[in-house]
């Protein structure tokens, strides 16, 4: 039997967080990890010279408890920094891609969206702040800058973090400091320029965009490399119970009894878990996954026109195009492929296009491809291509994501010690997942 201080279930970016926080503290920690490899979502493979993340491309470190973290830890000692043109970002409109505009005045002439619209987002700080807490984040934009914003504007945003439909992501739970905004300034222009005010002489630091040399499962090795002898891989879960020491899990490769357990696992086995524990949870067990194709095409850089000198473009579903978006890989981050070739990362699939997955290998590569032909000038098929499937990508934060989040903490009520944390709490990004692995720590 091993005793220790906090048992982690499940050993993803949020499971790798906590353990690194809990040892912090001078805790002694147990991590059983189902499946032969760390890392959950997060996969980088060389495949033919090109690296490819399968799962997240980027780390966005812009919270400062989670770059102290990242520090403390000598995380961020071999990271690399995105390539600064990172910070131009492209919306497909009429087949061109149109960067987004840095300043209010050059959003004057970006022209994405019609004079109309743009007379209405002016309005902004005059329309009367909602009332339904479970507000879809396209009703919230439709009332606040008009429809035609709300739709070209927000729903590739939507489209791009949480592969999911507007009009049922909640508000709320997608864009929380926004829908706070308006709660406490009635308007996100007003909101805005308050906090702007308010921030004047605190000294922020600035965010970084970041991934590895050899891509973002580097960031898991490191973990791993720290966590190595408390960790145990194929370790599939048979048992839990309570008893009067705190919690016992029984799994193949260990047996494992502590005060404190942390589940760090997609949604849908927690519940399983947690049946196992006596507490049946039907809404976590439901909580919606939305599925995701990633096609990786590597191109010679001589047949592709754009000059790809941003981050990617996002792409509004009223553009009649089937990819959600299109990553430049090889030009946000060096050695993504052999100089002579380009790497693109395009997603279809997602909440709104569901039969995506189902689609064959060569028709997902075909429509990647002549996607990729239209908006960027490739001129040449694709000399490298990969095809990624995710049944269950990413969790959406839909109607009755309220209830599911009042199920959990019922359940952590009944179970101290107990804590239920992943990507469908807190937020999707992996700076969230560690954000709420960090948090976990209990005295
Ligand atoms: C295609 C794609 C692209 C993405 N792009 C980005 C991006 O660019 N930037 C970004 O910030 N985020 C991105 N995300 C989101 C981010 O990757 C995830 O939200 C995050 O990795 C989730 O981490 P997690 O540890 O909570 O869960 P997971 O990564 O799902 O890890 C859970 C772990 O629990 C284990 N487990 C499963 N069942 C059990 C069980 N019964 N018992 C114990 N353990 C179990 C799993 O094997 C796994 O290791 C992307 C996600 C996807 C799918």
């Given at each position: 039997m091993?005793?220790?201080?906090?048992?982690?279930?499940?050993a993803?970016i949020?499971?790798?967080?906590?353990a690194l926080?809990?040892r912090?503290?001078?805790?002694?920690?147990?991590?059983?990890?189902?499946?032969?490899?760390?890392?959950?979502?997060i996969?980088s493979v060389?495949?033919?010279?090109?690296?490819?993340?399968?799962?997240?491309?980027?780390?966005?470190?812009?919270k400062?408890?989670?770059r102290?973290?990242l520090?403390?830890?000598q995380?961020?000692?071999?990271?690399?920094?995105?390539?600064?043109?990172?910070?131009?970002r492209?919306?497909?409109?009429?087949d061109?891609l149109?960067?987004?505009?840095?300043?209010?005045?050059?959003?004057?002439?970006f022209?994405?969206?019609s004079?109309?619209?743009?007379l209405?987002?002016?309005?902004?700080?005059?329309?009367?702040?909602g009332v339904?807490?479970?507000?879809?984040?396209?009703?919230f934009?439709?009332?606040?800058?008009?429809?035609e914003?709300?739709?070209?504007?927000?729903?590739?945003?939507?489209?791009g973090?949480?592969?999911?439909d507007?009009?049922k992501m909640l508000?709320?739970?997608?864009?929380?400091?926004?829908?706070?905004m308006?709660?406490e300034?009635?308007?996100?222009?007003?909101g805005?320029l308050?906090?702007?005010?308010?921030g004047?002489g605190?000294?922020r630091?600035a965010?970084r965009?970041v991934s590895?040399e050899n891509?973002?499962?580097?960031l898991?090795?490191?973990?791993?490399?720290?966590?190595?002898d408390d960790?145990?891989?194929?370790a599939?879960i048979?048992?839990?119970?309570?008893?009067l020491m705190?919690?016992?899990?029984?799994?193949?490769?260990?047996?494992?009894?502590?005060?404190?357990?942390v589940?760090?696992?997609p949604?849908?086995?927690?519940?399983q878990?947690?049946?196992?524990l006596?507490?049946p949870?039907?809404l976590?067990?439901?909580?919606?996954y939305a599925?995701m194709?990633?096609?990786?095409?590597?191109v010679?850089?001589?047949?592709?026109?754009?000059?790809?000198n941003?981050?990617?473009a996002?792409?509004s579903?009223?553009?009649?195009?089937r990819?959600?978006?299109?990553?430049?890989?090889?030009?946000?981050?060096?050695?993504?492929?052999p100089?002579?070739?380009?790497?693109?990362?395009?997603?279809?699939?997602?909440?709104?296009?569901?039969?995506?997955?189902?689609?064959?290998?060569e028709?997902?590569?075909?429509?990647?491809?002549s996607?990729?032909?239209?908006l960027l000038g490739?001129?040449?098929p694709?000399?490298f291509?990969?095809?990624?499937?995710w049944?269950?990508?990413?969790?959406?934060?839909?109607?009755?994501?309220?209830?599911?989040i009042a199920?959990i903490?019922?359940?952590e009520k009944?179970?101290?010690?107990?804590?239920?944390?992943g990507?469908?709490?807190?937020?999707?990004s992996?700076?969230d997942c560690?954000?709420?692995?960090?948090g976990?720590?209990?005295?």
């Open positions: 091993h005793r220790a201080d906090v048992i982690i279930i499940g993803g949020t499971g790798l967080s906590a926080a809990w912090a503290k001078g805790k002694k920690v147990i991590i059983l990890e189902p499946s032969e490899q760390a890392g959950g979502s996969r060389k495949d033919h010279q090109f690296l490819c993340e399968l799962g997240p491309n980027t780390l966005m470190v812009s400062p408890e989670v102290e973290f520090e403390s830890e995380l961020l000692d071999h990271a690399l920094d995105a390539a600064p043109h990172a910070k131009r492209f919306l497909v409109h009429k061109r149109v960067p987004l505009p840095k300043s209010p005045v050059s959003a004057l002439t022209p994405v969206i004079t109309t619209a743009k209405r987002m002016l309005a902004e700080p005059f329309m009367r702040s339904n807490r479970d507000e879809s984040v396209a009703s934009f439709k009332r606040r800058i008009g429809p914003a709300a739709r070209e504007l927000v729903g590739p945003f939507i489209s973090v949480y592969a999911g507007p009009e508000a709320r739970f997608c864009m929380p400091s926004l829908y706070q308006e709660r300034h009635g308007s996100l222009c007003l805005a308050k906090r702007k005010k308010g004047k605190v000294p630091r965010s965009l590895w891509g973002i499962s580097q898991v090795e490191e973990m791993v490399e720290k966590v190595f960790m145990r891989l194929s599939p048979t048992s839990i119970q309570r008893e705190g919690f016992v899990v029984r799994s193949p490769a260990a047996i494992c009894e502590a005060p404190n357990l589940m760090a696992a949604a849908y086995e927690s519940a878990m947690l049946n196992k006596g507490q949870s039907p976590l067990a439901n909580c919606h599925p194709v990633v096609v990786h095409l590597g010679d850089v001589e047949a592709v026109r754009h000059p790809m941003g981050f990617g996002l792409i579903r009223t553009q009649g195009l990819s959600l978006g299109i990553l430049f890989s090889s030009t946000l981050f060096p050695g993504r492929s100089a002579s070739h380009t790497l693109l990362t395009v997603f279809i699939g997602g909440a709104t296009d569901p039969r995506a997955l189902a689609m064959e290998d028709e997902l590569v075909r429509i990647a491809a996607e990729c032909a239209r490739m001129t040449a694709p000399v291509r990969r095809v990624t499937r049944e269950k990508a990413i969790p959406q934060y839909e109607q009755g994501h309220g209830e599911m199920e903490e019922e359940t009944m179970q101290p010690g107990l804590q239920v944390l990507s469908f709490r807190g937020g999707v992996l700076q560690i954000l709420s692995g960090i976990s720590v209990r005295d």
